[in-house]
């Protein structure tokens, strides 16, 4: 495979003197990069079980300047089932992925381990374009990340780091994508150190929108359509205990969307299971879902919300959650 690394998607020049392979979410898949006539060039394993199939897997490749420096980076999407070519409709005319950003499939509900796990996609801290990995586990126990690995097959371990007027900016992020930049300080939560709304343009593709081409982070009232309706919420405690996420409906169909959990503002760690004190009437539940918007809520910014609770009719759903942008969450693709 081959793909301009001179440019910024807007167009604009990059002095890339060099490319490589950040992270990889199954080592030895993406291999062999390169800079050729002015692209990264690289090949894609197949897959051991089935050589028809690609091994699937996400990863990160940079461009660099003379000094080795990242300018530049892009989430290359290693996946069989093209999340492009299978879209749903809602009735609100706004087409959107049936997958998470990065995910390798949608579980829909069924209750299987590997392919709850294999629905999780990638998180982004709001405004930036950098994928952030999946927990180790299909449930996010121990709050372990999964395992990346370098073109070579050495561990690289996840970078948490606290904003600061140094580390908080989009400069440094561009240049760091390995770093999650949390913020446990203050009430505004924010990776950058002072807030800039245009990052996620509202209802218009950013050079910072993670989406693949012709797609872009939805808005809130994109996702407004969506409610949890009383057959999904009185779905069985056990089995909805099980199945992490809700089929959400539109009024006409139903769209499962994973429980994918996020990671958290305040140090960085993936966190899937709701315990608020005083709000929760019993024992910790295992899940909630948190799906960022490009709307902006003062200096938070709006997700769609929901999880799972003891008591079926205190399940919660909120298509305009106001959050913290230092947070972690998933994000379900629209089409432009």
């Given at each position: 495979?081959?793909?301009?690394?001179?440019?910024?998607p807007?167009?604009?020049?990059?002095?890339?003197?060099?490319?490589?392979?950040?992270?990889?979410s199954?080592?030895g898949?993406?291999?062999?990069?390169?800079?050729?006539?002015?692209?990264?060039?690289?090949y894609?394993?197949?897959?051991?079980?089935?050589a028809?199939?690609?091994?699937e897997?996400n990863a990160v490749v940079?461009?660099?300047?003379a000094?080795?420096?990242?300018i530049?980076?892009w989430?290359?999407w290693?996946?069989?089932?093209?999340?492009?070519?299978?879209?749903?409709?809602?009735?609100?005319?706004?087409?959107?992925?049936?997958?998470?950003?990065?995910?390798?499939?949608?579980?829909?509900g069924?209750?299987?381990?590997?392919?709850?796990?294999?629905?999780y996609?990638?998180?982004?801290?709001?405004?930036?374009?950098?994928?952030?990995?999946?927990?180790?586990?299909?449930?996010?126990?121990?709050?372990?990340?999964?395992?990346r690995?370098?073109e070579?097959?050495?561990?690289?371990?996840?970078?948490?780091?606290?904003?600061?007027?140094?580390?908080?900016?989009?400069?440094?992020?561009?240049?760091?994508?390995?770093?999650?930049?949390?913020?446990?300080?203050?009430?505004?939560?924010?990776?950058?150190?002072?807030?800039?709304?245009?990052?996620?343009s509202?209802?218009?593709?950013?050079?910072?929108?993670p989406?693949?081409y012709?797609?872009?982070?939805?808005?809130?009232d994109?996702?407004k359509v969506?409610?949890?309706?009383?057959?999904?919420?009185?779905?069985?405690?056990?089995?909805?205990?099980?199945?992490?996420?809700?089929?959400l409906s539109?009024?006409?169909?139903h769209?499962?969307?994973?429980a994918?959990?996020r990671?958290?503002?305040?140090?960085?760690?993936?966190?899937?299971?709701n315990s608020?004190e005083?709000v929760?009437?019993?024992?910790?539940?295992p899940?909630?879902?948190?799906?960022?918007?490009?709307t902006?809520?003062?200096?938070k910014?709006?997700?769609?919300?929901?999880?799972?609770t003891?008591?079926?009719?205190i399940?919660?759903?909120?298509p305009?959650?106001?959050a913290?942008?230092?947070?972690g969450?998933?994000?379900?693709?629209?089409?432009?």
């Amino acid at each position: 495979y081959t793909f301009d690394v001179m440019h910024r998607p807007d167009g604009s020049e990059l002095a890339t003197k060099s490319v490589k392979l950040l992270w990889q979410s199954n080592s030895g898949v993406v291999k062999n990069v390169n800079l050729v006539d002015g692209k990264a060039t690289f090949y894609v394993a197949p897959s051991e079980a089935d050589a028809t199939r690609l091994e699937e897997t996400n990863a990160v490749v940079a461009a660099c300047d003379a000094s080795g420096e990242v300018i530049w980076s892009w989430h290359l999407w290693i996946v069989n089932n093209n999340p492009l070519a299978a879209y749903a409709t809602y009735s609100n005319g706004k087409s959107f992925m049936r997958v998470n950003l990065g995910a390798f499939t949608n579980s829909e509900g069924e209750i299987d381990e590997q392919k709850i796990y294999d629905s999780y996609g990638m998180y982004y801290q709001w405004g930036r374009k950098e994928p952030f990995q999946r927990p180790y586990y299909f449930d996010a126990a121990g709050a372990d990340d999964e395992t990346r690995y370098d073109e070579l097959g050495t561990y690289i371990k996840e970078e948490h780091i606290e904003s600061s007027a140094t580390t908080g900016t989009v400069d440094y992020a561009r240049k760091n994508p390995l770093q999650f930049i949390f913020n446990s300080e203050g009430e505004s939560g924010d990776w950058l150190a002072s807030a800039n709304n245009e990052l996620w343009s509202d209802g218009e593709k950013s050079i910072y929108d993670p989406c693949p081409y012709g797609w872009r982070v939805p808005t809130a009232d994109d996702l407004k359509v969506l409610t949890l309706d009383d057959a999904t919420d009185n779905t069985p405690l056990e089995s909805a205990r099980k199945q992490y996420g809700w089929h959400l409906s539109d009024g006409v169909s139903h769209y499962f969307y994973p429980a994918c959990g996020r990671r958290r503002y305040s140090d960085g760690k993936v966190e899937n299971m709701n315990s608020k004190e005083g709000v929760y009437p019993s024992q910790p539940q295992p899940w909630e879902g948190y799906y960022w918007t490009s709307t902006t809520d003062g200096g938070k910014s709006v997700a769609l919300y929901f999880d799972l609770t003891t008591t079926r009719t205190i399940n919660k759903f909120f298509p305009s959650h106001s959050a913290r942008r230092a947070n972690g969450f998933q994000i379900r693709c629209v089409r432009e």
